[in-house]
């Protein structure tokens, strides 16, 4: 929008509350018990940072449709594919990388919680891509969340790992 | 309100500065939060809820009113959808504590005349409607209202401003009088009949030559797209000749009527609108979009008609709602639909079509486009029985229409649906859109099916959209996004380069360095040169071929191989396109290997700028140059060009950002010296201090001064091809006798207006260069009027 719509808040009303509202875009209660730094650093990261960790994808969702749909929010600097540590295959997340936070927030607002290879993704603040960050930490090389699952997901290898070995 | 989370792990140290929880402000959030909720969903009436809110205003005036008249100012400007309830509220206080109103009344004023001087106008509007209504509510008196009013007018008699400073006047005159214009004729009759008079007068003699750029539609059937004044004038005249009598606007003053008419009126100081100036920047003409009448919606309530004034206010409070809440996407949802009025008017047509208003407004959406696509799919969650229907009867309607529709729009139209369908399995009767098979295919409807399926199987895959359409479809499906590669087989060994692309490809294969690379790609003839010019490296072609084509087919695999392999070789891709030749020659190397892949062009071309392997300019002659003529109207090469405008402008605000901060250093550095003075410096050592910085803003400049030259030439190439295109165009179909409104034409000189539009603000400072350079009185009437038409924009 032009200059002509403002919206900032000026200096002789400022603005309201519910006004400022921006839920989508807030830090989730997650927070990466890998992450060396202390609770306030990573924190500090998340809010200042330009990376969305995406997850529940299928395992055949490729880069390049994330790339296509992550794309709607603006230009993208990065995406790392997550991958199983032991198959270096595809285990279901990624982190996508924006040039610019706005970008992020825009993508926390407005596809989070949307499909992708019809499934609902779910995105949220990371605090920057590090070297082995992209992959799986549970026991079989997957995510943790593929090794107790209970039910049947064609998308994400089948039954979860635990399961499957019984 | 969100608070933030205060960890209470023994942090290293790091202190949090915990919110002071003082008493004042908690209860000014008390009070703000009583009064933005005022006319939310209760058990009580809303006449009690305001009741009671007036009764713990008044209480808390003695202590709390200047921080009550902040809140109440702000809620003038940013609530406009609640227009009414909180100019009841006003009514209810004034009447109680008439010192109070006047107070208010002043600092609205003040406020007003602060929005005016920032450019704030779409705000400056909902303060001029909150005065006016406060005249319903017997707080202003109605003759001081009439008085602004014929200032406001009067700027219509103003000499050598710009004309879209007369229409914000106009507007936000017209715009007020659903509320009181009934008001307002009762007592001062004579006085609005002169002041109407004058309004149709300004409106017949202002200039309409924007109008065609901002029409999503360039038909009038079924639906003129009119001008937005034009559209206001309609209804105002028609509420006029029903004798003022509106009956949407909910007006909770009336039950208070008793009340208020007992309370003393204030009037409005004298408003001079503040003159116009160099930095005055006014709002932009629209268009008004309709897509919807009555005859839409047979089964449910009548849709008021086009001129009617309630159809003016429904749409200026859904717009409001959105506006309000963008960033909260459910909220939103559910704001509009529990818009008033939802059993009287087919509320769910309205909103779909405020939202596509939006969504293809001109020049760009108020928000981010795919805001919208996932609002559409909140409202669908909360009305699954209903409201997709509408989308879908709506989604019809805009396909019927594609011969007409604006090519940007259509991008737009594209975009949503796509994304849209990729959140519903793709389920779609494709089969009723059959007649666009036995279509040209580059007839709109046939095009726009063929776009929107590439979108899709880019959200999924090749075979997927196989599957989703019928097999009449296949025709317009989308290529198999596969890799060219010419040196593939064997039957090509005799094609040149064709050993030293095996060379190259066991190479690379065996993590071969640059040099290496250099080395093999020296045995690469040229043929074009006769000899070389003793420089080193010259253009060939050949060389460029080879590499680019055997290092993108080894990295076919997914774009961060194809990344990888650019950033591992790019001192090889730097020489090789040293010239501008070069340049031009890798982008037509990638689309001749990736032409079945647009998505994979368009990110090697934008990692390709990123990492200066080529130039935007490059880029531009490549869009315009004959290889790609055949691509010339598909939507991916206008991202790609569209892409590359914004890294260039973004570049030069990036560098200017860089200059000002470094400038607002030395300033502070300046000010930090001159603070402790008397100490007795060294006059070297201050210069000492100052010099890098200096210098780091000498540089600075020189770099801003060199990217804006940049960005001004790339505009000025590709103005420069769209006129040699065009005119080539318009030169042989008169010579051919044909006509030239082919379905190319019309997509090429929408492209064009697109360019004006989308950049419109950067465009603006190469106004007399265009003039005197590219778009002379020589031209071609119809490229001239389009640079006629972006010029009345801002006229």
Not at chain 1, 2 to 30: K, N
Not at chain 1, 79 to 88: E, H, P, R, T
Not at chain 2, 657 to 668: F, H, I, S, W
Not at chain 2, 749 to 762: G, N, P, T, V
Request: aromatic fraction near 10%; hydrophobic fraction near 35%; charged fraction near 25%.
């Amino acid at each position: 929008a032009g200059p002509a719509s403002g919206g900032a808040a000026m200096s002789s009303g400022g603005t309201l509350s519910i006004l400022r509202s921006d839920s989508y875009a807030e830090l989730s209660q997650y927070r990466d018990q890998h992450f060396r730094g202390t609770r306030y650093d990573q924190e500090r990261l998340l809010r200042k940072s330009c990376t969305l960790y995406v997850g529940n994808l299928s395992f055949y969702t490729t880069e390049e449709q994330i790339h296509e749909l992550f794309g709607k929010s603006g230009d993208i600097k990065k995406v790392i594919m997550g991958l199983d540590k032991v198959k270096k295959t595809a285990c279901g997340f990624c982190f996508v990388e924006y040039y610019a936070r706005g970008d992020a927030e825009n993508a926390m607002r407005y596809i989070n919680g949307t499909r992708l290879d019809d499934r609902i993704i779910r995105t949220d603040w990371d605090a920057g891509f590090k070297e082995g960050r992209q992959y799986g930490r549970g026991r079989s090389g997957g995510q943790v969340r593929d090794e107790y699952r209970q039910d049947y997901d064609a998308g994400r290898g089948g039954y979860g790992k635990t399961v499957q070995c019984q | 309100m969100s608070r933030r989370r205060h960890s209470d792990d023994s942090d290293a140290g790091q202190p949090h500065k915990r919110r002071r929880t003082s008493e004042p402000s908690e209860i000014e959030e008390r009070l703000e939060s009583l009064i933005c909720r005022v006319g939310e969903k209760s058990n009580s009436s809303l006449e009690s809820n305001l009741e009671g809110l007036a009764g713990v205003l008044e209480a808390d005036l003695p202590n709390y009113k200047s921080k009550i008249l902040r809140i109440l100012c702000t809620v003038a400007r940013l609530l406009p959808e609640k227009l009414t309830v909180y100019t009841t509220l006003v009514g209810l206080l004034n009447a109680r504590n008439y010192n109070f109103g006047g107070e208010f009344v002043e600092a609205m004023i003040r406020q007003l005349k602060e929005c005016l001087k920032v450019n704030m106008y779409n705000e400056a509007v909902h303060l001029v409607r909150f005065l006016s209504d406060l005249v319903n509510c017997h707080v202003i008196a109605a003759p001081s209202m009439v008085a602004m009013f014929e200032n406001f007018v009067s700027v219509t008699q103003e000499e050598d401003v710009p004309q879209v400073r007369c229409d914000w006047y106009m507007f936000a005159f017209l715009s007020s009088l659903p509320w009181v214009g009934k008001e307002l004729y009762e007592k001062k009759d004579a006085e609005m009949d002169r002041l109407l008079s004058q309004a149709e007068s300004y409106l017949k003699r202002r200039q309409k030559i924007h109008v065609p750029m901002l029409q999503v539609w360039t038909a009038d059937k079924p639906h003129p797209q009119e001008e937005y004044l034009d559209c206001l004038w309609s209804q105002i005249q028609k509420l006029k000749k029903d004798r003022w009598q509106e009956r949407h606007i909910l007006r909770p003053y009336l039950a208070f009527d008793s009340v208020l008419c007992e309370a003393l009126q204030h009037n409005l100081p004298p408003f001079t609108p503040p003159p116009h100036t160099e930095d005055s920047v006014y709002p932009m003409p629209r268009v008004i979009f309709r897509m919807f009448d009555y005859t839409d919606d047979p089964e449910g309530p009548v849709m008021p008609g086009s001129h009617s004034v309630e159809r003016f206010v429904i749409e200026e409070n859904l717009h409001c709602i959105i506006k309000s809440h963008w960033k909260e996407r459910k909220t939103c949802a559910a704001q509009l639909l529990s818009y008033p009025g939802n059993n009287k008017i087919p509320l769910n047509y309205h909103i779909v079509e405020v939202i596509f208003a939006e969504l293809f407004q001109l020049p760009s959406p108020p928000h981010i486009e795919v805001m919208y696509t996932t609002l559409l799919i909140e409202l669908c969650k909360l009305q699954p029985g209903s409201l997709p229907q509408v989308l879908a009867q709506a989604t019809e309607m805009l396909y019927m229409r594609l011969d007409t529709m604006n090519t940007t729009c259509v991008d737009r139209f594209i975009n949503w649906f796509s994304h849209h369908l990729s959140n519903f399995q793709f389920r779609w009767s494709w089969e009723d859109w059959s007649d666009c098979l036995t279509q040209d295919l580059e007839k709109p409807k046939p095009k726009f099916v063929r776009e929107v399926l590439e979108k899709c199987m880019r959200l999924s895959y090749h075979q997927r959209i196989i599957d989703i359409v019928p097999a009449s479809f296949s025709v317009l499906s989308p290529a198999n996004p596969v890799c060219i590669y010419k040196y593939g087989d064997e039957s090509n060994r005799s094609l040149p380069g064709y050993t030293v692309a095996l060379c190259l490809t066991i190479a690379i294969k065996n993590k071969a360095s640059n040099d290496e690379i250099f080395s093999i790609l020296k045995d690469v003839p040229n043929p074009n040169q006769d000899d070389d010019d003793g420089e080193g490296f010259t253009f060939n072609p050949l060389k460029i071929e080879v590499f680019v084509q055997t290092l993108l087919h080894l990295a076919a695999k997914s774009f961060s191989h194809s990344f990888s392999a650019l950033a591992k070789f790019h001192e090889v891709f730097k020489t090789l396109a040293e010239s501008d030749e070069g340049k031009l020659h890798i982008l037509r190397v990638v689309y001749e290997v990736w032409k079945n892949h647009p998505q994979m062009i368009a990110v090697l071309v934008d990692k390709m700028i990123r990492t200066q392997i080529v130039d935007c300019a490059a880029v531009a002659n490549w869009i315009f140059s004959s290889e790609l003529a055949h691509d010339f109207t598909r939507f991916y090469i206008w991202e790609i060009l569209h892409s590359t405008i914004r890294k260039m402008n973004k570049h030069v605000l990036k560098i200017h950002k860089e200059l000002e901060e470094t400038k607002a250093r030395l300033a502070r550095q300046h000010k930090r010296r001159d603070s402790d003075d008397d100490d007795d410096d060294d006059d070297r050592s201050t210069d000492r201090e100052d010099g890098p910085l200096e210098e780091q803003i000498e540089r600075l400049q020189e770099k801003v001064e060199s990217a804006q030259s940049e960005q001004k030439n790339l505009f000025l190439v590709i103005f420069q091809r769209f006129i040699m295109l065009l005119t080539e165009h318009l030169v042989r179909c008169e010579t051919g006798g044909i006509d030239v409104f082919t379905p190319w034409y019309k997509s090429c000189i929408e492209r064009l207006q697109q360019i004006f539009l989308q950049h419109h603000q950067i465009i603006q400072q190469y106004m007399v260069t265009l003039e005197n350079l590219l778009f002379t009185a020589e031209l071609d009437h119809h490229i001239l009027a389009v640079f006629q038409q972006f010029c009345a924009l801002q006229a």
